[in-house]
């Protein structure tokens, strides 16, 4: 056992390796990449939630556009208001009776 730990000793990546600064630079480098406050892992995660909130923000921005231009046709004249109002909530006129007619759709 005691020849190992010499013949061990004598080589150079295990000189290299021993040396109490190449020791601390490793402590250290495994410290602010796993245990540290400000550590990679967290990095990594909050770069992640940044990329989604960048992501939503761009949904968001073109969801408004859209409602944006829908509002403009809206406010463009009393027909297409009536015509959104009698499409989408199926509103109607005095003495009109509305028919819904469901397709059934078919099952793969």
């Known amino acids: 056992m005691r020849e190992f730990w010499e013949n061990l000793r004598n080589r150079i990546w295990f000189k290299i390796l021993s040396n109490r600064f190449v020791l601390s630079l490793i402590v250290f480098g495994i410290w602010m990449s796993f245990l540290d406050v400000n550590s990679w892992l967290i990095h ?14 761009r949904y968001y921005e073109e969801e408004i556009k859209k409602d944006e231009a829908q509002l403009k046709q809206l406010n463009s004249g009393p027909e297409n208001l009536e015509k959104f109002a009698r499409e989408q909530y199926y509103l109607s006129a005095p003495g009109e009776e509305i028919y819904l007619i469901e397709i059934p759709k078919k099952e793969d």
């Open 44 to 57: 990594r995660e909050l770069n992640q939630e940044i990329e989604d909130l960048q992501t939503s923000i």
